[in-house]
């Protein structure tokens, strides 16, 4: 496999991007929200700091979630929320984000709030300042959300803590011994990890409206949710090759690379060409959701658009999340970089042609002239 060339993102400014069509990640218009970024992504950043200092974080893990960029980590994904909303559902996937960098992936902690502990309200003992972050989140949750939606949540943070440890252990015996997983199963873990089993639990918070059982335990709607983590899974090892290769971390790219003897940039193309063949087939599914889960769920039709607005959305964060940026992949002396290209863009309405001015040859009538 060749040596894959990363520099800091300051010794690239002079060096063009690659612009081939095969780092062109095509994304339907539909799936894109009319607004770009919330109007309360600041402030909801700010206010979530200020939390994570009164939960105790250390002066460094504040450092770390400031560059994280959490503005735009919820406000992209969850562009029309009020301040309140963006407010909590940014607590919680920043949260869940710092938490995976700090304890999850050092193996030294994994989830520990279990739903009957939330739904008894009985705190659990020995609660480290993350679990305490969660056990605020979730007894603010508990206000609302049936004792269901508690159980399906807990469980998917459940089952996301668990393949974080596996996907953790992997990535432990391949700095010991050298060996690259392959790379059917790191995606597969990629996809378990990626977290949006769980986000979509938080698309029924925002709208204050639950599905029933038998919506999500419909084959169509599960499909839905894994092509969803596929997406965002997919997206996140393109958009941080270059900070996962300066700090020697398992990536898709590079799994690929090594497994396919090919190229940085073909393997690049390779998670693109994944990339769009899931969202072809997450809408072509989705298109048959119809008429049987608007019987069963009369908000389906939102729940499904909700789901590829937050898709793209952290999609387009990972792509300009300052963390990513730091450093730029270079090959042939251009920078590797996919970009997003919408696909049926809908055209301008052209605009009314204004009324020609009559110009009075003789000047201006008299008052009250009857120019018939």
């Known amino acids: 496999m060749r040596p894959v060339r990363v520099l800091p993102a300051t010794d690239v400014a002079h060096l063009a ?30 206010a979530i700091l200020e939390w994570f200092e009164q939960l105790g974080c250390t002066a460094a893990e504040l450092d770390r979630a400031e560059r994280f ?49 939330v739904l008894g309200n009985r705190r659990p003992p020995g609660l480290t300042r993350f679990d305490e972050g969660w056990w605020q989140l979730m ?27 596996a ?14 997983p392959p790379f059917a ?19 029924e918070e925002i709208h204050d409206d639950e599905p029933p059982i038998a919506f999500h335990a419909h084959p169509i709607v599960q499909m839905l949710q894994y092509l969803s983590s ?18 020697n971390q398992l990536n898709l790219v590079s799994t690929l690379m090594h497994e396919s003897s090919v190229g940085v940039r073909d393997a690049l193309a390779m998670l693109v060409r994944l990339h769009d063949e899931a969202l072809v087939q997450f809408d072509h599914l989705a298109a048959q959701i119809e008429p049987w889960a608007i019987r069963i769920y009369p908000g389906a039709e ?29 090959d ?32 201006p009538l008299a008052a009250g002239h009857d120019c018939r």
């Not at 081939?20 to 607004?35: E, G, M, N, Y």
């Not at 603010?140 to 996301?160: G, K, Y």
């Not at 596929?230 to 700090?247: P, Q």
């Not at 939102?302 to 300009?320: H, I, K, P, T, Y």
Request: glycine share 6%; proline share 6%.
């Open 17 to 46: 991007r690659d612009e081939s069509r095969l780092l062109r990640l095509a994304v339907p218009w539909h799936w894109k929200s009319p607004v770009s970024i919330s109007p309360h992504a600041g402030a909801a950043a700010a």
């Open 69 to 117: 960029d959490i503005g735009g980590y919820v406000g992209i994904p969850f562009p029309t929320l009020d301040c309140e909303q963006t407010t909590r559902i940014g607590k919680y996937l920043a949260l869940w984000l710092l938490w995976d960098d700090v304890h999850v992936e050092q193996l030294s902690n994994d989830w520990r709030i279990d739903a009957a502990a």
């Open 139 to 165: 007894q603010e949750f508990r206000v609302n959300r049936s004792p269901t939606w508690i159980r399906r949540l807990c469980d998917a943070m459940q089952q996301w803590s668990d393949a974080a440890a």
């Open 167 to 180: 996907e953790a252990a992997v990535a432990f015996h391949h700095h010991e011994t050298g060996e690259v």
């Open 185 to 203: 199963d790191q995606l597969e873990r990629r996809i378990a990890t990626i977290g949006m089993y769980g986000t979509a639990c938080l698309l």
């Open 230 to 247: 596929k997406i965002v899974g997919l997206g996140n090892d393109m958009f941080s090759l270059a900070k996962d290769c300066v700090e």
């Open 302 to 330: 939102r729940w499904v658009q909700d789901l590829r607005v937050a898709s793209l959305g952290f999609s387009l964060w990972e792509s300009q999340a300052p963390r990513y940026l730091a450093h730029q992949i270079v």
């Open 332 to 363: 042939n002396e251009r920078v590797l970089l996919p970009r997003f290209s919408y696909l049926d863009q809908p055209q301008p309405k052209p605009q009314a042609q204004p009324k020609p001015q009559i110009v009075e040859a003789f000047g």
